[in-house]
């Protein structure tokens, strides 16, 4: 926000750099310590780390902090400290606080009596899930990302000169995220799709398929007691899709679902893909129970997925688990 941006400008001019009792050779801050953020964490461009006496000021684009798992990332510290990406330290003659960093008008005390500008280096960024496991039924969930923060040959600008540090641990922020459960109404069933030569079950803002359905998965015939048919998701068959809706783009319908070419509303937002299974994991499972409607050719599908992981990214590092046993949902079909 540019609001923030003039902020960092205003404080340096209101505080200047006045003489004061903290003399400042080298700065440390907690890299185990979360930092902090000015106003909306989703529209803020500028986070902090706070001692007693000093600041540590990370000016960045809103969005700059990815809510992925799959790389290690970085941004150029903009040259003479005046652009997007910016890096600021500061020293006062008394406690400081949020408001000294956030407020529209800083208190004009404690003063700035040191200020280090970071002219050159590279904002390298490491972005970790917080999943969160669920011991009853094995499924877990994303709540939010780490993001650990370290400047790279980072180059300052200080009163008494230049000084240059290959590393400096700015420490962590924390976003949070929320990613809808899959659930589904109770007496909607399973619908198959031509389309994607398979089935999906939904909710306006969801939905959840099992793509290139094997064939041999779904058909007329009972199955034992306590014997599914099984098949695990495979790079050919079987493919697992999660996909939820941007908010305020509209709603998930049958027809914007089960169509050659999708609609432009919803528009996806997030898409994630069922890890592949094996005898090996226990895991990438699809079961399915079939029973039928006393003599009639009417038989009822019951799907279930054992032991999924959805993931996403290349790497696969990203990832929630659907839990031991998930049920899609059932079919109902008379042949």
Not at 217 to 227: D, F, H, N, R
Request: aromatic share 10%; with cysteine; net charge negative.
């Amino acid at each position: 926000m540019k609001k923030y941006t003039a902020l960092l400008l205003f404080a340096l001019f209101l505080n200047g750099c006045d003489d004061g009792d903290l003399t400042v050779d080298n700065i440390t801050f907690d890299e185990d310590k979360e930092a902090q953020v000015c106003g909306d964490p989703l529209t803020s461009n500028l986070i902090y780390q706070l001692k007693t006496q000093e600041a540590l000021l990370l000016q960045m684009p809103a969005g700059s902090f990815r809510n992925e798992n799959d790389s290690i990332y970085t941004y150029t510290i903009d040259g003479k400290g005046n652009g997007s990406y910016r890096v600021v330290y500061r020293a006062y003659d008394g406690t400081v606080a949020s408001t000294n960093i956030c407020g529209t008008i800083p208190p004009s005390t404690p003063k700035v009596t040191e200020e280090w500008l970071g002219t050159d280096g590279v904002i390298e960024i490491e972005s970790t899930a917080n999943e969160v496991p669920n011991a009853t039924d094995g499924s877990s969930k994303i709540t939010g990302y780490t993001h650990s923060v370290i400047f790279r040959n980072i180059t300052f600008a200080k009163p008494s000169g230049i000084q240059t540090n290959a590393e400096f641990i700015f420490g962590k922020y924390v976003t949070t995220t929320s990613i809808p459960s899959p659930t589904f109404p109770a007496d909607q069933e399973v619908i198959e799709c031509s389309v994607m030569k398979g089935i999906y079950n939904y909710n306006t803002n969801l939905y959840l398929s099992i793509e290139n359905i094997d064939t041999e998965l779904i058909k007329p015939e009972i199955t034992p007691t306590g014997q599914p048919r099984e098949s695990y998701i495979e790079t050919a068959k079987n493919n697992v899709y999660y996909r939820t809706a941007k908010k305020d783009t509209g709603s998930f319908t049958e027809d914007a679902i089960c169509v050659e070419k999708k609609p432009t509303t919803p528009t996806v937002d997030q898409t994630w893909t069922g890890r592949l299974g094996s005898k090996e994991s226990n895991g990438g499972i699809i079961q399915v129970t079939t029973t039928r409607l006393g003599e009639t050719q009417t038989y009822t599908h019951t799907i279930v997925l054992k032991n999924v992981t959805l993931q996403r990214g290349t790497k696969g590092q990203n990832s929630f688990k659907l839990g031991n046993s998930f049920l899609l949902g059932t079919i109902t079909k008379t042949y």
